[in-house]
């Protein structure tokens, strides 16, 4: 499979808990996004790297989300402290360095109870 | 906030008949982008449109951009069940802003 691939798929985690997510983009795709989707609305942008810099990050991103790259291949994306209003799909994406069309994986839903 | 508003928010159409969806969007773009997504699942690209293209067909779809009207729309003609899904208009700056998205249910 040489799509994006994401893991953990599902996680519940109990509020207040740390969570991390795992991106592998598309091979040879040097940029990677991260976005945050709820129901019934539109994915969020929340990060984008170009290769291991993180590039711009959306005001969503709390001082308790963080998002690395360290060798501008896969990426994780950290939540210290969860809160239920983080309960949503997080999605990641690559593009190649036409950056016109961007790949999405199938997402991890996150569920704070 | 999101830069793209796509109308209707919700489309119940027979099987066979055409669905037509628009975007607004509020700032120039370089293109833009149209993306299904299958209730659960990942975000699936489908037709991209440059800023000096006018219409554009791939199978079933038809996509007109008006950059005047700063406006899209998605055309998906002999609609199918399978076609029942969220469709996303996407723009692309600096990186990519989604709409809210339209659903889409294609009765048998």
């Known amino acids: 499979d040489t799509g994006v691939s994401q893991n953990p798929r599902h996680k519940i985690t109990k509020r207040g808990q740390n969570v991390t997510f795992r991106c592998d983009p598309i091979s040879e795709h040097n940029r990677l996004y991260w976005y945050r989707q709820t129901l019934g609305q539109g994915p969020e942008f929340l990060t984008y790297f170009q290769n291991e810099a993180q590039l711009e990050k959306s005001r969503l991103l709390s001082d308790r989300f963080s998002a690395e790259r360290p060798k501008g291949s896969f990426s994780t994306l950290e939540i210290q402290r969860t809160e239920q209003g983080d309960s949503a799909m997080y999605l990641c994406?690559?593009?190649?360095?036409?950056?016109?069309?961007?790949?999405f994986g199938e997402g991890s839903w996150l569920t704070v109870v | 906030s999101q830069q793209g508003e796509e109308d209707p928010q919700a489309l119940s159409i027979q099987e066979g008949e055409n669905a037509t969806m628009n975007c607004s969007y509020k700032?120039?773009?370089?293109?833009l982008q149209w993306y299904r997504q299958n209730s659960g699942r990942g975000l699936v690209h489908l037709i991209l449109?440059?800023?000096?293209?006018r219409e554009k067909h791939s199978g079933r779809l038809r996509v007109t951009l008006d950059t005047s009207k700063k406006s899209s729309s998605l055309l998906i003609t002999a609609s199918r069940a399978a076609d029942t899904a969220s469709y996303f208009c996407?723009?692309?700056?600096?990186?990519?802003?989604f709409g809210t998205g339209t659903s889409l249910t294609v009765i048998p």
């Open positions: 994406a690559s593009s190649p360095p036409d950056g016109n069309t961007i790949y």
């Open positions: 996407a723009t692309k700056s600096n990186q990519f802003y």
């Open positions: 449109i440059r800023s000096n293209e």
């Open positions: 700032t120039s773009i370089n293109n």
